[in-house]
C-alpha cells in the first residue's frame, strides 16, 4: 500500500476537447425540437412529443460514452521521486486559477 505515494494522477482535460461533442449534441437537440415542432401541426401531436423522447433517451448515452472516454484518455499517472518533489500543492506556472465573475 505505500506505492501509492510514488504516483501523481493528473488531469490534463480542458474545455477545447469536449467542445466538439457538446456542439453536436446540440445540434441533434435543436433538430429532434425542429421536427417536434414539425410534427406539432399534424393531427397526432403525440407524435411530436415521442420523437423528442425517443431521440434524447437514444442520444444520452452515446454522449455520456464520449464524455468518459474523453475523460479517461486524459488522466496521467506520472511517477514521482518523493525526495526530489516539494511537498506544496502549488499550480503550474503557465496556469492561471479559476476565479469567480463578480
Avoid at 5 to 29: A, E, H, N, P
Avoid at 52 to 76: C, D, Q
Wanted: a positive charge.
Amino acid at each position: 500500500m505505500n506505492n501509492i505515494q510514488k504516483y501523481k494522477v493528473r488531469c490534463t482535460l480542458s474545455f477545447g476537447d469536449i467542445y466538439g461533442q457538446i456542439i453536436i449534441w446540440l445540434i441533434v437537440i435543436f433538430l429532434s425540437l425542429a421536427s417536434a415542432l414539425a410534427l406539432m401541426g399534424t393531427s397526432r401531436p403525440i407524435y411530436a412529443i415521442t420523437t423528442v423522447g425517443l431521440i434524447l433517451v437514444l442520444s444520452l448515452p452515446f454522449l455520456l460514452f464520449a464524455f468518459v472516454t474523453t475523460l479517461l484518455n486524459h488522466i496521467e499517472f506520472t511517477s514521482v521521486d518523493p525526495a526530489a518533489e516539494p511537498t506544496t500543492n502549488t499550480p503550474p506556472p503557465n496556469r492561471r486559477p479559476a476565479q469567480a465573475a463578480s
